[in-house]
């Protein structure tokens, strides 16, 4: 299947680049969710994570 598919891929001019662009794409995205939660305040962490557990805001899609 792959044979099929490579054979065709390789009669496009400049179709090399689109491999590099995603996994640039990748690697990026990746690095800066790191450091983004490296860097991210622990009291967010916290506030967030207890997110479901708050019971002090409404929710008006509950059908109970």
Not at 16 to 30: A, Q, R
Not at 32 to 45: D, G, N, R
Request: hydrophobic share 50%; charged share 15%.
């Amino acid at each position: 299947m792959l044979k099929f598919i490579k054979h065709h891929m390789a009669g496009i001019d400049g179709i090399e680049i689109y491999p590099i662009i995603s996994l640039l794409i990748f690697f990026v995205f990746f690095v800066v969710l790191f450091l983004w939660v490296i860097t991210a305040k622990k009291q967010h962490i916290d506030h967030v994570s207890n997110l479901p557990f708050d019971t002090s805001t409404k929710n008006d899609n509950q059908t109970l």
